[in-house]
C-alpha cells in the first residue's frame, strides 16, 4: 500500500463547476500538506500548502487538512479550462526534507 | 537563473548506453532533489542534496543511478546501462534550504528519457 493515495481520475467537469480532489494517507508524522498543479510537459507548480489540520482559501482555491482521518482536499470553485492540469497531493513530516507525492489527478474543465 | 533548467529535455537512448541529465538549480538555493515520474506512478523519490552532499539517496532505484553536485550549484543524474524501465520523465527541484513549507520547491520541466 502506497503512504499516499489519490484516484488518477480523469475527471472531466463543465466550466464553472467545484471541483473536490482528494488525496489520504497513512503516515501520522507527516504535517505539511501541499498542492501542486502540472501541466502538460511542464514541472509541477505550488498551489498551496497547509500546516497540520484545518482549512486554507486562495482565491477560488480552498485546502482542507484532517489529520485525523488522514485526508486532504482541494476544492476549485468556478473551474476554468485554464484549471485542466493534473493535480498533485504532497506532504512531508515536521522533520523530513523530502516531499511524498500522490499519483495525481487529472482534470479536464470543459467549455 | 529565473527557474530551474533541465536539460536535456528529451534524451531517446538505445538500452545498455549511459546517459547524463543535468539540473541547473536557482541561483542561491542550497537544497537540490531529484525524482522520476513515470505514467501512473506519480513522483518517485530519487535523492536529496544540500550543498554538495547528499544525505538521502535512499531513492535511487539501483546502483546503475549516481547522482553528483558540484559547487552547490549544477548537478548531473547518471543513469549507466539504461534498460527499457529507466525510461520516465526526471524531474529536479530547489529549495532554499532543507524543506520549508513557505520556501517550497521550484521543479524544472523535466528530461523525457525514452530508452529503446
Known amino acids: 500500500q502506497k503512504e499516499v493515495e489519490q484516484d488518477p481520475g480523469p475527471l472531466s467537469v463543465p466550466e464553472g463547476a467545484i471541483v473536490s480532489l482528494n488525496c489520504t494517507y497513512s503516515n501520522s508524522a507527516f504535517q505539511y500538506f501541499m498542492w501542486y498543479r502540472q501541466y502538460s510537459r511542464k514541472g509541477p507548480e505550488l498551489l498551496m500548502y497547509?500546516?497540520?489540520?484545518g482549512n486554507k482559501e486562495d482565491g477560488r482555491f480552498t485546502a482542507q487538512v484532517d489529520k485525523s482521518s488522514k485526508y486532504i482536499s482541494l476544492f476549485i470553485r468556478d473551474s476554468q479550462p485554464s484549471d485542466s492540469a493534473t493535480y498533485l497531493c504532497a506532504m512531508v513530516g515536521g522533520g523530513g526534507n523530502k516531499l511524498t507525492f500522490g499519483t495525481g489527478t487529472q482534470l479536464k474543465v470543459e467549455l | 537563473g529565473a527557474g530551474v533548467s533541465q536539460s536535456p529535455s528529451n534524451k531517446v537512448t538505445e538500452k545498455g548506453k549511459d546517459v547524463e541529465l543535468r539540473c541547473d538549480p536557482i541561483?542561491?538555493?542550497?537544497?537540490l532533489y531529484w525524482y522520476r515520474q513515470s505514467l501512473g506512478q506519480g513522483l518517485e523519490f530519487l535523492i536529496y542534496?544540500?550543498?554538495?552532499?547528499?544525505?538521502?539517496k535512499s531513492g535511487l532505484p539501483s546502483d546503475r543511478f549516481s547522482a553528483e553536485r558540484t559547487g552547490g550549484s549544477v548537478s548531473t543524474l547518471t543513469i549507466q546501462r539504461t534498460q527499457q524501465e529507466d525510461s520516465a520523465v526526471y524531474l529536479c527541484a530547489s529549495s532554499l534550504g532543507v524543506y520549508k513549507p513557505n520556501y517550497g520547491y521550484t521543479f524544472g520541466s523535466g528530461t523525457r528519457l525514452t530508452v529503446v
Open positions: 541561483s542561491g538555493h542550497t537544497a
Open positions: 542534496f544540500q550543498g554538495n552532499s547528499a544525505p538521502d
Open positions: 497547509t500546516y497540520s489540520s
